[in-house]
């Protein structure tokens, strides 16, 4: 797979058995709330551990969680009639425009 558009088609395909709008929207919201906790939870683990080294344990369930997060997006894009290619591009702008007046070589 090399692009977002190859993604998102395969993405929504999976079949869902959805019964409405609604729940064509809710289901991947939802979702997304919920992976987020997840890594949330993961993090402030390993965080508290002392330092910031995930075991590989941890560094999969975080790339699980991470490619949930993206099949809801492909989700939502496709419901919201949304390219993901143009999100990727939407998104790399909005970086640019958020680094703006920020040292780069400053952490």
């Given at each position: 797979?090399?692009?977002?558009?190859?993604?998102?088609?395969?993405?929504?395909?999976?079949?869902?058995?959805?019964?409405?709008?609604?729940?064509?929207i809710q289901l991947p919201v939802l979702?997304?709330?919920?992976?987020?906790?997840?890594?949330?939870?993961?993090?402030?683990?390993?965080?508290?551990?002392?330092?910031?080294?995930?075991?590989?344990?941890?560094?999969?369930?975080?790339?699980?969680?991470?490619?949930?997060?993206?099949?809801?997006?492909?989700?939502?894009?496709?419901?919201?009639?949304?390219?993901?290619?143009?999100?990727?591009?939407?998104?790399?702008?909005?970086?640019?425009?958020?680094?703006?007046?920020?040292?780069?070589?400053?952490?």
């Open positions: 797979m090399k692009t977002f558009e190859e993604y998102q088609a395969a993405a929504t395909q999976v079949p869902l058995s959805l019964r409405n709008d609604r729940d064509r979702g997304l709330q919920e992976e987020a906790g997840k890594i949330g939870s993961l993090l402030t683990e390993a965080f508290a551990a002392g330092n910031f080294n995930l075991t590989q344990e941890q560094s999969k369930e975080v790339k699980d969680r991470l490619s949930d997060i993206l099949c809801f997006v492909a989700l939502l894009c496709e419901e919201t009639g949304i390219a993901m290619q143009d999100l990727a591009a939407h998104s790399i702008a909005q970086l640019k425009a958020r680094a703006k007046g920020f040292d780069p070589d400053r952490r």
